[in-house]
């Protein structure tokens, strides 16, 4: 697996500035797939530290933003965050009840109403567990520039309307009836296509 190569190798050897856009767009884009596998990964050692699944570590982590928030939620404001069914979602939270790591409590104003809160335990479980973590994400946000901050930003802003676009959707065709050449398949995007093509080792050979 290819590992993370601090800025300052470009500078010396001259390739970042002395290559193609094109290989520039590919290196960008591997490193932002080397940071994806890392997280990947945190996620799988987080999910084998506590011993659960993406989905109740993900409702664990909203709930204690809620609470840290001061914000009240519910089993619908969860199944939305989830973006789950009502009905996964009363397994879901039936199966952290049973684990101690989540409490039914009674509305206050809402006779009806119950409201979720995590045990202190699960305060305790999720801070040990992803503190330090967040810690060294945010030392590293904080070591940058503010222009490289409204770089990065500006950047990943673009990529996720990039990727929030769906090429598979069905377009509408066209009104005589003829068929529509896009609906073959979505174009191939130059820079993917280009990416997922590119050996990693080859730019860490000519790096080097």
């Known amino acids: ?3 993370n190569r601090p800025s300052a190798l470009y500078d ?10 094109e290989e520039r767009g590919v ?3 591997n490193a932002l797939r080397r ?3 890392a997280e990947s990964d945190m996620r799988k050692r987080t999910r084998d530290s506590m011993g659960m699944g993406d989905t109740d570590l993900a409702a664990l982590r909203f709930l204690v933003r809620a609470s840290r928030r001061g914000e009240d939620v519910n089993a619908k404001d969860l199944a939305t965050h989830l973006g789950i069914t009502s009905a996964s979602t009363s397994v879901l939270i039936a199966r952290l009840v ?3 790591h989540l409490r039914r409590n009674p509305h206050p104003t809402d006779r009806r109403g119950v409201l979720l809160t995590v045990t202190n335990d699960s305060h305790v479980e999720v801070r040990s567990t992803l503190s330090a973590m967040h810690r060294r994400m945010i030392v590293t946000a904080e070591s940058m520039s503010a222009d490289e901050q409204a770089v990065v930003a500006s950047f990943l802003d673009s990529m996720s309307e990039a990727l929030s676009i769906d090429d598979h959707a ?5 009104a005589d009836g003829t068929a529509d050449s896009s609906a073959n398949g979505p174009a191939e995007h130059p820079a993917e296509s ?3 093509s590119h050996d990693p ?3 860490e050979t000519r790096i080097r």
């Open 170 to 174: 069905e377009a509408d065709g066209p």
């Open 12 to 21: 010396a050897t001259g390739y970042w500035y002395t290559s193609s856009a």
């Open 194 to 196: 280009t990416a997922e």
């Open 1 to 3: 697996m290819a590992t």
């Open 98 to 100: 049973a684990s101690g």
């Open 35 to 37: 940071y994806r596998s």
């Open 27 to 29: 290196e960008v884009l």
């Open 201 to 203: 080792t080859d730019s």
